[in-house]
């Protein structure tokens, strides 16, 4: 305790800061200050740098997703055709009729190209078309013919025929798969298009052509490879 003139007086400050003088306070707060600027701009940056890379995450991710899709295309008829038929030879055909939704053409499916047709019985793959050439409108619903797709014993494998010959023979329900090659204005490759199975049935009175019975057209989904 110190004393003055008789008076107990408070004690003097023994702080690092209070032996500071004016000019060295001034030094530390400056110092301090521009600590905190720094911090803060260290902040700043990195949370810029986070979003920035969180954007571009997400905008890969979109991209990716668009690669990863295209429309689905429908097909709204399919006629399958028994061209001849005895005890020892097969040939038949089918006609399909595919439909293509407004935003397919331009800019997923170039508007001039080739398409090629596969069939597919009890999921093997038994006949395919020729190339067929078309001329698209863009944003706009269309129809394609394809060109018949025609098989005979000799393209198919020994069960399949006998398969299909029985389910003609005994005029049941046959179900075909289809599969769609069709030009990629995206990437200059081809699309792979898989399609629903669809059902047909014999007309009344013909020993020759089965129509598609079933109500819900089948309908074919892009498979990104």
């Known amino acids: 305790m110190d004393y003055e003139n008789g008076e ?5 400050s ?19 200050f521009v600590f905190l600027i720094a911090i803060a701009t260290a902040a700043i940056i990195v949370y810029a740098y986070s979003e920035s890379a ?9 991209e990716q997703r668009i690669e990863n899709y295209a429309p689905d295309i429908i097909i709204p008829s399919m006629d399958f055709t028994v061209l001849n038929l005895t005890e020892t030879s097969l040939s038949v055909k089918w006609d399909l009729v595919i439909r293509l939704p407004s935003d397919l053409p331009g800019y997923y499916m170039c508007l001039k190209g080739d398409l090629q047709t596969f069939i597919l019985y009890k999921g093997v793959t038994i ?3 020729s190339l067929d050439s078309y001329n698209l409108i863009p944003n706009w619903p269309q129809l394609l013919n394809t060109s018949s ?19 003609i023979k005994e005029r049941r329900d046959m179900r075909f798969g ?15 298009y898989t399609c629903d199975e669809t059902a ?13 019975f079933e109500n819900a057209a089948p309908i074919c989904h892009y498979i990104h490879t």
């Open 149 to 167: 797709v025609i098989a005979s014993e000799g393209d198919m494998d020994s069960v399949v025929v006998k398969d299909i010959m029985d389910d």
């Open 54 to 62: 969180q954007e571009r995450r997400e905008k890969r991710r979109k």
């Open 127 to 129: 006949a395919n078309s």
């Open 200 to 212: 047909v049935r014999f007309e009344p009175g013909s020993q020759r052509k089965a129509t598609a």
């Open 178 to 192: 289809s599969r769609l090659l069709l030009p990629d204005c995206r990437s200059g490759r081809k699309m792979n």
């Open 14 to 32: 023994t702080t690092l800061w209070d032996r500071l003088t004016p000019r060295q306070k001034g030094n530390v707060l400056t110092c301090v």
């Open 8 to 12: 107990i007086i408070a004690p003097k």
